[in-house]
């Protein structure tokens, strides 16, 4: 490649057996976060992962698509589902002819590509084999820094105040005992805004794989709905967002009536694909950020994505977690991470009476009634066919006729790479590495993910 040789490595696949069945109010993204950690733990870089065994049959491709997504983060190149009639399912759903169907499962099984689980099943052979008890998950989120330090939801509290007494690094802040449980009082567009170490700040429902899953989506909305009916909102300074995968959301959060509830509590919609996960959220409010700065508070992001390394989703965020989308209202709600959703209230009514986490959390069956009716097939068809007519600000961009990229030599945002500058049809062929140099020397854990290409990096920064 580029006139250098360049070897590459089999790689290993890696087994994971999927058994058993969620437990009631357990999502999906539950299950994503324990998988990442459970695959981040046995070592997966370079490798293949593929999920199979009998707990494959509880899992929608939605689901599994949410698993796959996160394979940058548990390390492996790849993970995959073996197709089988749950995909089949879905390309139905979203459109394709009976015809089309068929013709792809007839080539899949033609060459042994499909899986039948009605089928004796052939024990395969893999590199090494992990294995989970889907009821086995509980509800959870990641971080404060990376996507594989899971935390059960009912230990949040002592986890958090551990984060603050630790020495700094991936679960530590440092901040010392006496100023743990400061309050700072700022004021907020005629209100007074509350921060202490934990408040959340900024809460997105964000990424494509969750924003595009409609079991998580719908129980976010379903989250909104109960909160709005028992008189909760959300903080004016919590920054809130939703940023869908795919157009089809809004069709199906509007045919459920739910986005109105989103809507109330702050969960407009942004816009579609990447937003808060690349660090494009916006600026916080003024006061909202000299408040942050002026006082080091440790405040937090709770968001849906993928990627929580700090500095990626925004400069004042030092605690960044990941969480699934109906999590991310609960955490909004309550306004902080320090807190124990089994025994703290989220919330009061206007009349002054507390209200729980599992006062607002929807079951699986009523996510399930929603998604039944909500989800149909032409909401899919009638967005891939708008796809290309695009809005009247999109159309009126200015496209070179060239079928190259046409590089500007004044961008600041991107260049032409030099890599293809100079040569030829004949490369000239290996020769010796001269005079070469460390470019950077990272500490561990350090990954290109760390601060997205989209995102800013704040002016006080060291970086």
Known sequence: MLGQPMSMVLPGVVGFKLSGK?????????????VTQMLR?????GKFVEFFGEGMSELSLADRATIANMSPEYGATMGFFPVDHVTLQYLKLTGRSDDTVAM?????????????YNEPQQEKVYSSYLQLDLSDVVPCISGPKRPHDRVPIKIMKADWHSCLDNKVGFKGFAVPKEAQEKVVSSPFHGQTAELKHGSVVIAAITSCTNTSNPSVMLGAGLVAKKACELGLEVKPWVKTSLAPGSGVVTKYLLQSGLQKYLDQQGFNIAGYGCTTCIGNSGDLDESVAAAITDNDIVAAAVLSGNRNFEGRVYPLTRANYLASPPLVVAYALAGTVDIDFEKEPIG?????????????WPSTEEIAVVVQSSVLPNMFKSTDEA??????????????????????????????????KNMTMDPPGSHGVKDAYCLLNFGDSITTDHISPAGSIHKDSLL
């Open 348 to 360: 009061t009514t206007k009349e002054g009476k507390s209200v729980y986490f599992k006062d607002v």
């Open 22 to 34: 969620l437990q009631n109010g357990v999502t999906v993204t539950d299950l994503v976060l324990t």
């Open 104 to 116: 792809i499962e007839a080539y899949l099984r033609a060459n042994n590509m499909f899986v039948d």
């Open 41 to 45: 733990k046995h070592g997966v870089v």
């Open 387 to 420: 796809i290309t007519q695009g809005n009247p600000m999109w159309n009126k961009l200015s496209v070179p006729s060239s079928s190259l990229y046409s590089w500007d030599p004044n961008s600041t945002y991107i260049h032409e790479p030099p890599y293809f």
